[in-house]
């Protein structure tokens, strides 16, 4: 079987979307960029089959010109495969995908409003807030397009209605990135039960922005 790692890699962290509760039983999908037969795609987890019944042969690989509608697979993936691709192909950074229906961020993405600077940890995003694509159908082209504007500039968002998507180097960095965007999201619900919470400055955040490219390299305060 092609790519065994990667496919056993993606099964691993989709058990941990319902492990870590960072989305529960069926819900959210995980990629990862790859290459089959010459073909530049990606792997991605199957249509509503429960994480922990997954087999590596379950999970679909998909080139980036394909549409699902054009072809014979065995196992349909993620209803959420456009978005996947067109952040593979809009973004070339992005190596790994995860999208989550996680609680607090799926509540804050309820509003429909990007989160301001109340932390600085915001950064980790990519940018001086956190944007939160417009409401669309799942599994749609607009869906798809709502999120690729929202992800301008930024390696995180909210989907409005929806919940959230975060991609990096790999599905470990990814992975962890949801976890952080999840974090942020129940601290700002708590925030806003005290009241409107101060708001960081655009310039507090440029500096913000410049070290947290060394985040992962010792800055962690």
Known sequence: MKNLDQRDKIIEYSLKLNSTNLSPLRSGNISLRSEEN????????????????????????MGLNEEVENN?????????????????????????????HSPHATAVSSHGKAIPPFHYMIALAGGEDIKCADYATFGTEELSNNVIKALENRNACLMSNHGQVAFGKDLEDAFELAQEIENICHQYTIALKLGKPKILSFKEMKKVLNKAKDYKKGWDD
Not at 38 to 61: N, Q
């Open 72 to 100: 014979n697979l065995t196992n349909k993936p993620s209803s959420e495969w456009r978005f996947h691709r067109d952040i593979y192909v809009n973004k070339q950074v992005a190596q790994a995908i995860v999208h989550a």
């Open 38 to 61: 010459g073909t530049d795609g990606y792997l991605i987890t199957p249509s509503g089959k429960k994480y922990e019944t997954l087999k590596p042969e379950d999970i679909v690989f």
